[in-house]
């Protein structure tokens, strides 16, 4: 996982999902990275990466596109 680099961050597991999906639409290949607790499953958080050469489109897709509101 050295490689794939962390674009967004939430403790909702449906943005997570939402960002993964749409990121995919505009075909960037990502991953979610689950780091929340296993025990509690209240602490941490879900990170979204893709591969570096994709950081900065997927970073102005998150931005311009995605609205949570």
């Known amino acids: 996982m ?3 680099q962390k674009v967004f961050s939430t403790e ?3 943005r997570a999902e939402i960002v993964k999906d749409v990121l995919e639409d505009f075909g960037i ?4 990275l689950n780091k929340k607790d296993s025990s509690y499953n209240n602490f941490g958080a879900l990170e979204v990466h893709v591969l570096p050469e ?10 311009n596109d995605i609205d949570f509101k």
């Not at 290949?29 to 979610?32: E, G, K, R, T």
Request: glycine share 0%; aromatic share 10%; no cysteine.
């Open 2 to 4: 050295a490689k794939w």
């Open 12 to 14: 909702m597991s449906y």
């Open 29 to 32: 290949q990502s991953v979610i």
């Open 54 to 63: 994709d950081v900065l489109r997927s970073k102005q897709i998150i931005q």
